[in-house]
């Protein structure tokens, strides 16, 4: 996928700066430079993590190295781009996600982290999620599982904790948090399951576990499991109804009025 997605990339490019003559030498250094998407990636994300003291060779060749070493990092990028692009109403091309979205940056940044995290290298891992939170306002910490077609939708505020898995394909707006309930060790974090639309200013608290295609409202509370394919809204949250579609991320409806068997 990435090689078809590359491509696409490229003409898109080819296009902006013909459009917007201005671009062209932020288009060229950060797409037209470059002969596949793991090459731009590094670069983009590169300059935007290095500091005075990560200079951005350095941080460039952690990605490089961690692309190489793990190729199935490049492909969930590619997904999580294509996941953009269908489920963002205000874009309508590719090249966009890759150049301004602080979302999709912000967990490609985080697969770097938790490449380096699982390879034992945890200070350095501890340091890039630091960046991570620094320049995206996205904190994520290193050991977190995340899938492929993710969305973080504006992502401003979002935190995910140590012991967090997310599946495939699953969209979470800003605001949210995926935390504990104190200060207990092990496994605290919650588990969120395919399909997921996780909305704005939900807080998921504790070891529990977020049923396949389940969605959360807005602004709530959650506390304790939530079935597969269940609405779930409030403080603390309760069951409401059932999403009208199978997979909630995909769709990006946050209105609860529009679910089945709606409790409200």
Known sequence: MSDELW????????????????LASYVYACVLNHNSLASALSFILANKLSDDVMPVVTVRELFDDAFASSPEIIEHAACDIKAVYERDAAICSYL????????????????????????DRKQLALFIQ??????????IHPACVIGRGIMLDHATGIV???TSV?????????QVTLG??????????????????????????GNIEIG?????????????????????????ARSVGKPISEAPAETMNQNIFDDEYSSL
């Open 7 to 22: 491509q696409q990339l490229t003409s898109e490019a080819q296009q902006v700066i013909q459009q917007e003559p201005l």
């Open 96 to 119: 966009p996600v890759i150049l301004y979205l602080k979302g999709f940056q912000s967990i490609q940044v985080h697969r770097l982290a938790h490449f380096l995290w699982i390879n």
């Open 130 to 139: 630091s960046r991570n939170s620094e320049v995206f306002n996205v904190d």
């Open 160 to 162: 995910i904790g140590e």
């Open 166 to 174: 997310i599946e495939d394909n699953v969209s979470i707006l800003q």
């Open 180 to 205: 504990g309930t104190g200060n207990e060790q092990g496994d605290r974090h919650p588990k969120i399951r395919s399909g997921v639309l996780i909305s704005t200013g939900a807080k998921v608290l």
């Open 212 to 236: 396949e295609g389940a969605k959360i409202g807005a602004g709530s509370v959650v506390l304790s499991d939530v079935e597969a394919h269940t609405t779930v809204v409030g403080v603390p």
